[in-house]
């Protein structure tokens, strides 16, 4: 059964940082790439950022360039986003999502984990 | 970059009526389009992609169609289960996943 377990989620201050992990299982994670989508309360989604399974090709939505970084580990079967720069508008629950590149559609999703930048 | 409309934003509707909602793209993508439910508190759950494939699992009372800029979902028959916001999503931009602003179905 594929699973995607979020971490790492919580309060911070606006201009701090915060690292989310995302722990995949139940599928071979190195051979698929990966995003991160987001959603502000009571908000739509908005894709976040994309990597590769091999960590070649990264891309970020305009929002969060500069200030965010997606990486990941395929020999320990994880995502990560590091947030810096945090900012109100960050506020959101961060789903990690498995991207199925053959029909091109996120195919699996975990279940969120909540960020809240507040002072 | 590829915007993403949908209409409308919300609508009330009964248990066995035929649902409509509508999705459109600011320049062609072809069938790159993917339809995605979401309950509340929950993760969203891929119902179609490709414009009219239905995901494994989804039931048939579901169904997609369009291509270029226009496409539409359709629940044939609405059931209880079906109460939650429905969300296009375009991967014309292959690695770049924009969604469109969803659609609240909620009970008459």
């Known amino acids: 059964e594929v699973q995607l377990v979020e971490s790492g989620g919580g309060l911070v201050q606006p201009g701090g940082s915060l690292r989310l992990s995302c722990a995949a299982s139940?599928?071979?994670?190195?051979?698929?790439?990966m995003n991160w989508v987001r959603q502000a309360p009571g908000k739509g989604l908005e894709w976040v950022s994309y990597?590769?399974?091999?960590?070649?090709?990264?891309y970020y939505a305009d929002s969060v360039k500069g200030r965010f970084t997606i990486s990941r580990d395929n020999a320990k079967n994880s995502l990560y986003l590091q947030m810096n720069s945090l900012r109100d508008e960050d506020t959101a629950v961060y789903y990690c999502?498995?991207?199925?590149?053959?029909?091109?559609?996120?195919?699996?999703w975990g279940q969120g984990t909540l960020v809240t930048v507040s002072s | 970059d590829i915007q993403m409309t949908q209409s409308p934003s919300s609508l009330s509707a009964s248990v066995g009526d035929r649902v409509t909602i509508t999705c459109r793209a600011s320049q062609s993508i072809s069938s790159y389009l993917n339809w995605y439910q979401q309950k509340p508190g929950k993760a969203p759950k891929l119902l179609i992609y490709?414009?009219?494939s239905l995901q494994s699992g989804v039931p048939s009372r579901f169904s997609g169609s369009g291509s270029g800029t226009d496409f539409t979902l359709t629940i044939s028959s609405l059931q209880p289960e079906d109460f939650a916001t429905y969300y296009c999503?375009?991967?014309?931009?292959?690695?770049?996943?924009?969604f469109g602003p969803g659609t609240k179905v909620d009970i008459k």
């Open positions: 139940g599928f071979t994670f190195s051979s698929y790439s």
């Open positions: 999502a498995r991207v199925r590149l053959k029909i091109a559609a996120i195919d699996y």
């Open positions: 490709a414009a009219s």
């Open positions: 999503q375009q991967s014309y931009s292959t690695r770049i996943f924009t």
């Open positions: 990597i590769s399974s091999s960590s070649s090709t990264i």
